[in-house]
């Protein structure tokens, strides 16, 4: 079946700071990539997204590009803020089931 | 426009009580979605809605869960009777359509905690 690993946190990073939250996938056929974020309190959010082998997603400074023969997905941001503070959620779409497969979320702390 | 809309917020019930969630998706969404987040984990879908039929409940336990979306707009879920274990949080989801790239939008979810 369809799966998702994500980097274990928490993670603690200084304002500023590159950040890379590693994702990698296992599914059968050509599965769409996402990452969403979760705000304290808030539902998840759709940061970006890929839709085939080799496509970069991006928003607000965030990137990840899809990478069908490492079948991973990791999430980059160069320069993090304060405001950046959340849980991020990797997760693929099967094109045949239809349904979000989430990594177990990876918490993100940026300090000032 | 207004997301995603689900109530309670939060919600603290004994075991063997019964507990029921309400969703409001985004006007004009067809497709509707109900998953479980346990702590520390994503989300797991239970069922999935387009219009008023459930095209994929096979990981609801339907022994003490049900759920219903008449007239194809808003949905209930329901645990009945409830136990420890599902004490969790229950995300509501809509998308426009079925198509596999049609992207879901989160509700704030319901916080249940079961004693």
């Known amino acids: 079946g369809n799966s998702v690993t994500q980097m274990e946190g928490p993670v603690t990073l200084s304002e500023e700071a590159f950040l890379t939250i590693n994702c990698t996938y296992t599914a059968t056929g050509y599965p769409s990539l996402f990452w969403y974020v979760q705000y304290p309190g808030e539902g998840l959010q759709l940061l970006l997204k890929?839709?085939?082998?080799?496509d970069k997603g991006s928003n607000k400074g965030f990137e990840a590009t899809y990478r069908k023969e490492t079948t991973s997905f990791h999430l980059e941001k160069g320069s993090v803020q304060v405001s950046d503070s959340a849980v991020y959620f990797c997760a693929l779409l099967s094109g045949s089931a239809r349904q979000l497969t989430f990594g177990s979320g990876t918490q993100l702390t940026v300090l000032p | 426009e207004a997301g995603v809309v689900q109530s309670p917020r939060y919600k603290i019930i004994e075991k063997k009580q019964p507990v029921a969630f309400w969703c409001n998706p985004i006007s004009g969404h067809n497709t509707l979605y109900w998953y479980l987040q346990n702590l520390g984990q994503g989300p797991e879908l239970l069922i999935r809605y387009e219009n008023e039929e459930a095209v994929d409940d096979s990981q609801l336990p339907k022994d003490r869960f049900s759920a219903e979306r008449l007239k194809g707009v808003d949905s209930t879920l329901k645990i009945q009777p409830a136990e420890l274990g599902d004490s969790a949080v229950y995300l509501c989801?809509?998308?426009?359509?079925?198509?596999?790239?049609?992207?879901?939008?989160f509700g704030p979810g319901t916080r249940l905690t079961v004693t």
């Open positions: 890929a839709t085939k082998a080799d």
């Open positions: 989801a809509s998308s426009l359509d079925e198509r596999g790239g049609s992207e879901q939008y």
